[in-house]
């Protein structure tokens, strides 16, 4: 076969680049912040911080060059704090016919089994299944969250996903995008009361787990979604890829391994079917 195809449990501060942070473009810092003004301490104590955060961060391939894998391109971007499943391949037509022509990233369905690796029936696997991303999003809701107060029902679980689920409009690069409602967006786990520290203040807020759902993905949707009905995003992982790739294949982070034949005859068939392969 000409054509490589793997997949990755893509860790947290890992970029989807080849570059690392330049030094001339990281910012300086006075030595000591003591002197400066409250607020501007805290700014300044804020930003270095996040620049540290950033100077750790790896690039993706630095990963896969040391794990012995040929370095092709990957589909299905993910930002540097989400982890989970990626694929990798030089296989063009499947690439493009995963791939979303906004570009990347965002969840996918009702959970399945584990694939057995081998190629179904048109009719049990339509198409647009394997434009799905399925995501796990750890969220808090602040205090002052209406429905993040004192006591939690279904109704106000129903208004909040509800709330969720609506398009998202935002530009970016000087274009306007407006999602595609989310195609699926559930509570996953039990809702729990756990505290948080914004700005050094410790508070108490409704935390839980959503299975987000999705056929497309652009830029940041779903922490744009959060962002929205103002909810902190604790953690995103993506689960399962194209339909029939699950992270539990690769259960550590950093795990990769080569797709089955049977993956890739089914990957290449909906990629035909979809007119992506001639």
């Known amino acids: 076969d000409p054509f490589t195809y793997y997949v990755m449990h893509k860790p947290l501060n890992v970029e989807c680049t080849t570059r690392r942070p330049a030094a001339a473009a990281c910012e300086t810092f006075p030595e000591k912040s003591s002197s400066l003004p409250r607020r ?7 930003a270095r911080e996040k620049q540290a955060l950033l100077q750790q961060r790896v690039p993706i391939y630095d990963l896969i060059i040391q794990s012995g894998y040929p370095r092709v391109g990957l589909v299905g971007r993910l930002d540097a704090m989400t982890s989970g499943i990626m694929l990798f391949t030089n296989d063009n037509p499947v690439a493009t016919f995963l791939r979303d022509p906004a570009e990347q990233d965002e969840a996918a369905p009702e959970e399945r089994e584990m ?7 048109d009719k049990a696997r339509p198409l647009e299944a394997f434009k799905e991303k399925i995501y796990v999003l750890t969220v808090l809701a602040p205090p002052h969250r209406a429905w993040g107060s004192a006591t939690w029902n279904h109704e106000l679980e129903a208004a909040l996903l509800k709330e969720m689920s609506a398009p998202v409009i935002f530009s970016l690069k000087g274009l306007r995008y407006e999602t595609d409602p989310a195609c699926l967006l559930v509570r996953k786990g039990p809702y729990r009361l756990e505290r948080y520290a914004p700005g050094g203040k410790s508070e108490l807020g409704w935390c839980l787990d959503l299975q987000v759902t999705l056929r497309e993905g652009k830029n940041q949707q779903i922490r744009r979604i959060a962002k929205r009905s103002k909810l902190i995003v604790v953690g995103l992982h993506r689960e399962t890829f194209a339909h029939i790739l699950h992270v539990g294949s690769v259960p550590k982070p950093g795990d990769m391994r080569h797709l089955t034949p049977g993956e890739v005859v089914t990957l290449r068939a909906a ?3 979809g007119g992506a392969v001639r």
């Open 271 to 273: 990629a035909q079917a």
């Open 115 to 121: 694939g057995t690796g081998e190629a179904l029936p």
């Open 40 to 46: 501007s301490r805290k700014r300044t104590e804020a």
